[in-house]
């Protein structure tokens, strides 16, 4: 008989979660990609000095409408440059300078308003949409699931991780219109329903209710991480249930119903270096140095996390932009991040009661790190997703889900190399 694994984490959302989302305008500069990563050519459409407002597509991508990037704001050309983006890798980028004028009107999508299958999914690649979730562009999703099927759509604003609240946020202030575009992704997918899965204390669950709709509320498990946040005995144990985070539902209601960009993110900025952590939101593009510049730095951080304390990626540099995938943003001091004592696992086998997928991790660590890499296939690293429960957990304070993961990454490649360089 299988049972729920997971860990309780510490809850450190106040006091973001109980702020009023705080829109950052005047923004001096954006740094945009002109396109995110691809195979395809890219044409810049832009010139230098060239004004540009909300909307303005940056490049073509042959055949790949989904891959173009839309300014975020009301600007100027001033440049390019070539920046490391720790979650996107290497990106050539224009560089737009925001005077402080009156912002011009958004460049519209053509055929805003359409209901048509056909327009839901045009309106996503046109409005560049992309699910802060995984990073994948929403047209890409939308075009699967409805190929290989779809039972039910959950629009994912759980967030058990200790600081992030940028779901919470984005429900807040536009609950209905993320309602009506998970209907949309519904519509379009062809599943039977769907619902809005969260994480929350009771009042915020009534209010959300009264707005939306009791049965289109799902009141996900408080442990780390969340497997499927859905009632498998109502949608079917089955069932494939395809889930998309609550920004991109947002964003496709906006482009559907109203013809506009993705053009925004919200997310959480947190930790004890950041003298008033809140909820944010901020056009694409703006650097990380500008948004912690706004919320205020008690010190030179020494930790600077894009995304949370469990899954995020460390930069060592504040001089990169917001991307889509981002929500949350985390400073710490030296003093608020314990250094980890290091030593040989004792098979206590706590990693395995909070993994989720079932996962050996302390044995695929030991097989990893002895070079036994043809072992290591039968022990399904693949099925790992990166939650980090397992290092959370680990007493010894082993770095189980990086090594996990980098087995799944590199699968049998490791062995091949050893065997070719054992030839030579």
């Known amino acids: 008989m299988s049972r729920y694994r997971g860990v309780r984490l510490a809850f450190e959302k106040k006091p973001a979660i109980l702020l009023p989302t705080a829109e950052l305008t005047d923004i001096g500069q954006v740094v945009l990609p002109y396109a995110y990563p691809t195979d395809a050519e890219v044409r810049p459409t832009v010139s230098l000095y060239d004004t540009l407002r909300p909307g303005s597509p940056l490049s073509e991508v042959e055949g790949e409408p989904f891959s173009v990037v839309r300014s975020s704001v009301t600007g100027v050309v001033s440049g390019e440059k070539e920046i490391s983006h720790p979650l996107y890798g290497e990106l050539r980028c224009v560089v737009i300078d925001c005077p402080p004028e009156t912002p011009a009107p958004e460049v519209e999508i053509s055929g805003a308003g359409a209901d048509t299958l056909d327009y839901i999914l045009t309106a996503a ?53 993320v309602a009506e575009g998970v209907s949309l992704i519904a519509t379009y997918a062809g599943a039977s329903g769907w619902h809005i899965a969260a994480c929350l204390s009771a009042s915020r669950r009534r209010s959300l209710a009264l707005r939306i709709g009791k049965k289109r509320l799902f009141q996900a498990d408080s442990r780390y991480p969340v497997r499927e946040p859905v009632n498998r005995r109502a949608v079917g144990k089955r069932a494939k249930v395809c889930r998309v985070g609550v920004q991109a539902c947002l964003a496709l209601y906006r482009a559907v119903r109203m013809g506009r960009a993705h053009t925004h993110a919200i997310l959480t900025v947190a930790g004890d270096a950041v003298k008033q952590p809140q909820n944010v939101m901020v056009p694409f593009g703006t650097s990380v140095q500008e948004i912690l510049r706004r919320c205020g730095v ?97 007493p010894c304070g082993l770095e189980l889900a990086a090594v996990v993961q980098e087995a799944k990454r590199s699968g049998n490649t490791l062995l091949l190399d050893l065997e070719e360089d054992t030839d030579a």
């Open 125 to 177: 690649e046109e409005a560049g949409v992309i699910d802060e979730l995984d990073g994948v562009p929403l047209s890409l999703k939308l075009q699967e699931w409805r190929e290989t099927g779809c039972d039910f759509v959950v629009g994912d604003a759980v967030e058990v991780q200790p600081y992030s609240s940028s779901a919470w946020a984005t429900l807040r202030g536009n609950a209905e219109q």
């Open 298 to 394: 008690c010190d030179d951080p020494s930790y600077l996390i894009l995304g949370d304390s469990m899954t995020g990626v460390t930069s060592v540099t504040q001089d990169i932009p917001v991307l889509p995938g981002m929500t949350c943003l985390l400073a710490f001091t030296a003093a608020q991040v314990r250094p980890t004592v290091t030593r040989a696992c004792i098979g206590c086998g706590r990693c395995v009661k909070v993994c989720h997928a079932g996962l050996l991790p302390f044995e695929i660590h030991r097989r990893y790190e002895n070079m036994h890499y043809e072992r290591i296939a039968s022990l399904a690293a693949a099925d790992c997703d990166g939650c980090g429960a397992c290092s959370y957990v680990c």
